[in-house]
């Protein structure tokens, strides 16, 4: 498929990113096109897979209430689909990435509490194919790219 995004496609984009439920009247005048043109423009980048989604952020409340952590999975090669089965099964994995380097896959964890972390990490280790661990504690964020919605939007 042959993705081509062009000046406004990339305008439209950035604004969903900040507010997803912005309505196509208010994106239209922002962008200074149709409200039918924004309207035929998300549903073309929906069907073209470049948005596959909207989604709910959490707000602050509970992100400083999380025990937060990325940690390192060294995998048997052979039993990486069970391993990502096994941690699809998880509530408290958030992401797993397949990554180059010393391990094989980085998950992010999220837990209530660091008495949680602990037997969720427990857990982790358990699981058949896993050969190594290493887990760092997030202790703040110092960048965040991602836009936030205003609490009016």
């Known amino acids: 498929m042959d993705l081509r995004l062009d000046d406004l496609d990339r305008h439209l984009l950035t604004l969903l990113q900040a507010n997803a439920r912005e309505p196509a009247a208010n994106l239209a005048r922002k962008l200074k096109i149709a409200r039918t043109t924004v309207v035929a ?21 509970l992100e400083q209430a999380a025990v937060r952590a990325f940690c390192g999975l060294s995998v048997n090669a052979k039993a990486a689909p069970a391993v990502i089965k096994a941690l699809e099964r998880l509530p408290e994995v958030e992401e797993v990435w397949a990554v180059s380097g010393q391990f094989d896959y980085m998950v992010l964890l999220r837990c209530e509490t660091p008495e949680q972390l602990d037997k969720l990490l427990d857990q982790l280790g358990q699981i058949d194919g896993i050969n190594q661990t290493q887990t760092s504690i997030v202790l703040s964020r110092k960048i965040d790219r991602r836009s936030t919605v205003s609490k009016s939007g």
């Open 41 to 61: 423009r998300i549903a073309r980048l929906e069907r073209e897979g470049v948005v596959s989604g909207y989604g709910v952020r959490l707000g602050q409340r």
